[in-house]
């Protein structure tokens, strides 16, 4: 099983709409979590971090749920430019991350 | 000028060849990392320095060693390249805490024949 879950999509979504992923972790020392973005052939860059009570970045929200060691993102009003894969990642013990596979995203006009 | 530097960018290399991957920073963490990318299985950790005289292996060191010759200098070595070895390998650099943010060089595409 994987240290980090998520579902590969791919999400094909029109432009405009609102589009949920969720990841799960399996390792509950995890201290920290995170989204990373990655564009197709580039590196993974910081999305947003997520926090217990939940924060959100412009049309962004990520939420987590340490009882039941999951994560979400919303995005809201998807734009063309949101196309991308999304990196769910557990912060362990001195810094060390432990990415998901990622989820694709393809938003459409 | 990018913060995280890799070279070479794309590399093709026989079975059985040595070769080196570079890193190089000029962020002035004190942290880097090693990961390799595959298809189905996202980045999975090689090797992490978290100073000039700490070197730790990851998930998946076996067949890889690295060295780190200065605080901006992280190298990955394949001592004899298998085709397996064959993926996208991304260096990557963090201030010392627990929460800080990774920041990731363009990555090194490697194809092991």
């Known amino acids: 099983r994987k240290e980090v879950e998520q579902d590969p999509g791919p999400f094909n979504v029109p432009e405009g709409a609102t589009v949920a992923f969720n990841c799960t972790y399996s390792n509950s020392a995890s201290q920290s979590f995170f989204w990373y973005r990655q564009d197709c052939r580039k590196e993974p860059k910081l999305l947003m971090s997520?926090?217990?009570s939940g924060n959100e970045d412009g049309r962004f929200t990520a939420q987590l749920n340490r009882a039941s060691q999951y994560i979400s993102l919303l995005i809201r009003d998807s734009k063309l430019s949101d196309s991308a894969t999304y990196l769910c990642?557990?912060?362990?013990?001195?810094?060390?991350?432990?990415f998901g596979a990622g989820t694709i995203l393809r938003v459409k006009s | 000028d990018a913060d995280v530097t890799q070279t070479p960018r794309n590399r093709i290399t026989k079975t059985g060849k040595r070769i080196m991957l570079e890193c190089s920073q000029t962020?002035?963490?004190?942290?880097m990392y090693w990961y390799r990318q595959d298809p189905g299985l996202g980045l999975r950790l090689i090797y992490y320095s978290f100073d000039v005289k700490d070197i730790n292996k990851g998930e998946i060191s076996d067949g890889y060693s690295v060295s780190r010759q200065a605080q901006a200098k992280f190298s990955l070595s394949l001592e004899s390249a298998i085709p397996n070895q064959t993926a996208l390998y991304f260096c990557?650099?963090?201030?010392?805490?627990?929460?800080?943010?990774?920041?990731f060089g363009p990555g090194t595409r490697l194809l092991v024949l």
């Open positions: 990642v557990a912060g362990e013990y001195g810094n060390k991350l432990v």
């Open positions: 997520v926090y217990s």
């Open positions: 990557a650099t963090s201030e010392s805490g627990t929460q800080e943010t990774q920041y």
């Open positions: 962020k002035g963490h004190d942290r």
